[in-house]
């Protein structure tokens, strides 16, 4: 097990996942168009929902990019993380509207497993991750989040406890 580079994909992870949060307190509505334009699916419900914007994205793109180098990667690895990160959160919205779940709603594990497994395994692609390396991070990222959402919730960082 590589401690050092298990550690560098959560710290860019915690990047990736922070980062809309983050510009949403700072930026309030500015430019938080949403990445689904409003759309619905063939079910009736959001595609993914008024919550995953467009500023979102962009930022966890950038600030993980800019994280990356601090880190020992390049800033292409650190940009490819966050869009990896970022699409699995994007499926496990798209997911929870399927099951007719409401924005921002809590869903364990569905919430946190694509989006630090993508994330990881894009992160494999420049650094040497085993498969073993790559679970550590996810079970970590899961059990941290859920502790760390929390702890922002509670100091008023987060609208939601999750």
Not at 17 to 40: K, M
Not at 83 to 88: E, F, I, P
Not at 96 to 101: I, Q
Not at 102 to 124: I, K, T
Request: charged share 10%; with cysteine; net charge positive.
């Amino acid at each position: 097990m590589n401690g050092e580079n298990i550690a560098i994909v959560l710290v860019l992870l915690a990047v990736a996942n922070s980062a809309p949060v983050v510009a949403r307190n700072f930026l309030g509505q500015t430019a938080a168009w949403p990445i689904d334009f409003g759309w619905t699916f063939v079910d009736g419900q959001p595609l993914l929902g008024r919550s995953k914007t467009i500023r979102g994205l962009v930022v966890a793109i950038v600030l993980t990019a800019c994280a990356a180098p601090i880190m020992g990667l390049s800033w292409r690895a650190g940009a490819a993380l966050a869009a990896a990160s970022m699409t699995g959160d994007l499926l496990s919205s798209f997911i929870k509207r399927r099951l007719r779940l409401a924005p921002s709603s809590m869903a364990p594990v569905l919430d946190q497993l694509p989006e630090s497994l993508f994330g990881a395994l894009a992160a494999s692609c420049g650094l040497p991750l085993r498969p073993h390396d790559i679970a550590v991070c996810v079970l970590v990222f899961t059990v941290g989040q859920m502790i760390v959402s929390r702890v922002a919730y509670a100091l008023g960082l987060r609208n939601e406890p999750y």
